[in-house]
Antibody, heavy 115, light 111 residues
């Protein structure tokens, strides 16, 4: 069974940093591209970043470019999102999701940016 | 970025009746490989989104055949036949031709 388990969320002050993790199991992690997608409270889905299976291709939404870094460790079956210079508008539930088709999603980890 | 526009934003359906949700993209989602990269997701209350339809008309694993997807290059429809209580939630269309973008969502409620 495919499982994606996010962690690392929490309350953080504006301008500070936070690193999210997504632990994958039930499939060969190194074969699949991955995404981070977020959902602000009561709002819709917003794609944040993508990374290919071998980390050769990485893309970011304009809203996070230069502040967030997506990475992965295939030996540890783990996807990461390093978030810096956090803003109040980054407050959201952050999901990791597997390609193709975003067929599998984790349960999400909540990031709250507030002073 | 490709803009996905959904309608209606909410729909109220009597159990057993059908429901349709529309989605329009600002750019053709038909790739040169013949695949149309539109997807449909359902987010049940308090849950993560789940894939319903992939590549416009293909039913995801475990999804009841009451759900179907259709469309053209820029106009798409999700149809739910014989709506049940478990179908309540927010439906999102999304495109994966380029970096993902999603519609605003359609909230389905029961009458």
């Amino acid at each position: 069974e495919v499982q994606l388990v996010e962690s690392g969320g929490g309350l953080v002050q504006p301008g500070r940093s936070l690193k999210l993790s997504c632990l994958a199991s039930g499939f060969t992690f190194s074969n699949y591209g991955m995404n981070w997608i977020r959902q602000a409270p009561g709002k819709g889905l917003e794609w944040v970043a993508s990374i290919s299976s071998s980390s050769s291709y990485i893309y970011y939404a304009d809203t996070v470019k230069g502040r967030f870094t997506i990475s992965r460790d295939n030996a540890k079956n783990t996807l990461y999102l390093q978030m810096t210079s956090l803003r109040s508008e980054d407050t959201a539930l952050y999901y990791c999701a597997r390609r193709p088709g975003l067929a599998y999603w984790g349960q999400g980890t909540l990031v709250t940016v507030s002073s | 970025d490709i803009v996905m526009t959904q309608a209606p934003l909410s729909v109220s359906v009597t159990p057993g009746e059908s429901a349709s949700i529309s989605c329009r993209s600002s750019k053709s989602l038909l790739h040169s490989n013949g695949i149309t990269y539109v997807y449909w997701y359902l987010q049940k209350p308090g849950k993560s989104p789940q894939l319903l339809i992939y590549r416009m008309s293909n039913l995801a694993s475990g999804v009841p055949d009451r759900f179907s997807g259709s469309g053209s290059e820029t106009d798409f429809t999700l149809k739910i036949s014989r709506v049940e209580a478990e179908d309540v939630g927010i439906y999102y269309c999304g495109q994966l031709l380029e970096n993902p973008t999603f519609g605003a969502g359609t909230k389905l409620e029961l009458k």
